[in-house]
């Protein structure tokens, strides 16, 4: 399948790279095409890097790995339509500030006919696509609006290895996936390292 | 030890008991003490329901058991300078609606010389004071500006039976905590039934 990922920072280059390791034919957007990072990032992933227009034209699908306040910005003017939007953003201020309307939310409100999917945002970007690396059981939560979405949202993270997923419904659960973001910091602060993971425990 | 637990909806009762349970010396503190309610907590716990001010006077240690909204007004004019104060509140709006400021930090600004200590207020009531009854590891969190104060709140977790206690240092983690409130409305949703939790994995 075709994807256009948005984003060439470690969340946008770990799932890009997952998804072409799995066969897909991945475009990355990014907003730098000049200057050294889209061709180290090309030569480092072997993925080629366009403009966001051009990477969204490319997908069938669409990830969006960009900094939650930039997002709307970038992908105003791309190609979304219709197809599903991969949503794994956060607002860099909501680790220690409040989130008025979560950016799931943001972005189905702003471009109303993409399906959107939110998913991995609470998770260290290498156990996003290698989630067997923990050596545990732990957890990936889904939203959003379109239920046919949410499934094929779920076959892709079943593709990545994930086994404990769980779908939230719709996109009002935006506020508690993007809600963990300050719990994921003040582990990873605690721990000093990202190799860790919730998960949620439900009685046998 | 003698405690004053504020509150008596479901959170004050079960803590509040199981502390009876643990030989501890309990009153509760209500503001509701004409009518109904004091008389059947105090019939069906054996626990003296007093006001928050005679409560308090009662107490080595406190208990913040009311809604989140109501706690700062409830609590003033307690005797609460240089005790404990194991805050177990949550405000009703962070379930769906940002925090401006956590509960944790404004009570402890209004009250600048108790001990605060946030823990379990992301845990169902009755797996607070009974962990093992899930039948598989979860974990509760901690935060407080008072090294030794945590330390006293652990105590006290681990004769509540928690193995999986996450000290997450002083009250900026507060956020954290209680951003986990919307997840935890979302999963009862989802699940119909309070018997689920979440567990810290760590890397092994």
Same mark, same amino acid.
């Given at each position: ?5 948005? &984003? ?24 730098? #095409?000049? &200057? &050294? ?28 790995? #960009? ?35 979560? *950016?799931?939310?943001? *972005? ?18 290498? #156990? ?6 923990? &050596? ?6 889904? +939203? ?6 949410? +499934? ?15 779908? #939230? ?36």
């Amino acid at each position: 399948m075709k994807f256009g990922v948005m &984003g060439t920072g470690q969340v946008g280059t770990t799932i890009g790279g997952k998804l072409q390791a799995l066969g897909h034919d991945v475009v990355f957007g990014s907003r730098s #095409l000049e &200057g &050294g990072k889209a061709s180290r990032v090309g030569a480092e992933t072997g993925i080629r890097v366009a403009s966001h227009q051009e990477a969204a034209e490319h997908g069938e699908w669409i990830v969006n790995a #960009l900094p939650g306040e930039h997002a709307i910005a970038s992908l105003t003017g791309c190609a979304l339509d219709g197809k599903i939007l991969v949503d794994i953003g956060n607002y860099e201020a909501a680790v220690d500030g409040p989130i008025a309307m979560p *950016l799931g939310q943001a *972005l189905q409100a702003a471009f109303p006919a993409v399906r959107l999917v939110k998913t991995l945002n609470s998770v260290s970007a290498h #156990l996003m696509v290698d989630p067997d690396s923990l &050596g545990a059981d732990h957890s990936v939560f889904l +939203a959003g609006n379109d239920a046919a979405a949410r +499934a094929e949202v779920e076959t892709l993270l079943r593709a990545f290895g994930w086994r404990s997923i769980l779908d #939230l419904g719709d996109l009002e659960a935006c506020r508690a996936m993007e809600e963990l973001v300050p719990m994921w910091m003040r582990l990873f602060g605690k721990f000093g390292d990202p190799n860790f993971n919730l998960l949620v425990v439900r009685q046998g």
